[in-house]
């Protein structure tokens, strides 16, 4: 999986002043996105507010990204929950013939122990046709993938071929770097420390501000695989205020709005989300123009 080695992004589903999904802007954004040099999308995950989709739309966009990307870029497709029975049949019954892995995230709400989350994922990955990257996003789930876990889980399953950590940790991930096999791949979730995670020896990001800025994150992140951490630092820095910005109202509002200033789609998003507030769209709209 040497896509894994770059930048991925997080999908946005666009919807219009309805409340429907925009179909056209999806096609707009994920040309973006590859245009601007971005190694592979992740679908449905979090940020494509995934939860509010009615089925027949989350089919409909998910064939749709497929049909627009047309193998220019790899596709990872989230499919995760906190009902281990319910995941397993989704995963069976996808068709997985046009994602390269897909991205779980560890089960939210119900605050399983170390030995449920490793027990969720033992079947998860026993049903997967395709390699599976853990999600452990503990400001969402309520609870953290430990890293003893992950290592547990790296070594005993093969197809478990990395995580996207976004437990805003530092300390607990350059840890988890020393202790994971060799090939499993530490991804960061977080777009303020993917530079320091790749220096580090992390693999790569999957971004959010990838979705509106994606030439500098794909070029923040091969710079920095690349060791070369002056001009990495450069493109770091100059999205230091945007990151900051897009999360201050949720995500993904900002990122959301961030690309209706860009023209790629209306920044509606659905409810209990609500639209970015006219100080904050003016400030992303202000620091937008000084990129």
Excluded: W
Aim: net charge negative; charged share 20%; proline share 4%.
């Amino acid at each position: 999986m040497k896509f894994l080695r770059g930048s991925g992004v997080a999908m946005i589903t666009p919807f219009n002043k309805k409340g429907e999904v925009d179909y056209g802007a999806v096609v707009k954004v994920v040309d973006h996105i590859i245009s601007g040099g971005i190694d592979y999308i992740v679908v449905m995950g979090t940020t494509a507010e995934t939860s509010t989709l009615f089925e027949e739309e989350r089919s409909k966009v998910v064939s749709l990204i497929v049909e627009t990307t047309n193998n220019r870029v790899p596709l990872v497709l989230g499919i995760g929950g906190n009902n281990t029975a319910l995941v397993v049949s989704k995963i069976k019954l996808a068709d997985l013939s046009s994602f390269k892995a897909i991205l779980s995230v560890c089960p939210y709400y119900t605050k399983p122990s170390q030995e449920g989350i490793y027990q969720h994922y033992k079947n998860i990955a026993n049903a997967s046709s395709i390699p599976l990257i853990l999600y452990n996003v503990p400001s969402r789930s309520g609870v953290s993938i430990e890293n003893e876990t992950t290592v547990r889980l790296a070594n005993d399953f093969s197809n478990i071929i990395g995580t996207k950590d976004a437990s805003g940790d530092l300390e607990s991930i350059l840890e988890l770097l020393g202790t994971v096999p060799d090939g499993f791949h530490v991804i960061s979730g977080d777009d303020l420390l993917a530079l320091p995670i790749v220096l580090a020896g992390g693999s790569g990001v999957i971004s959010v501000i990838g979705g509106g800025l994606p030439t500098q994150v794909s070029q923040m992140i091969h710079l920095g695989l690349e060791d070369k951490i002056d001009q990495a630092s450069e493109y770091h820095n100059q999205m230091l205020e945007m990151i900051d910005l897009i999360f201050k109202e949720g995500n993904p509002t900002g990122i959301k709005n961030l690309s209706e200033h860009i023209g790629l789609c209306e920044s509606y998003v659905r409810l209990p989300l609500v639209a970015a507030t006219d100080k904050l769209s003016s400030s992303i709209l202000s620091a937008y123009r000084q990129i």
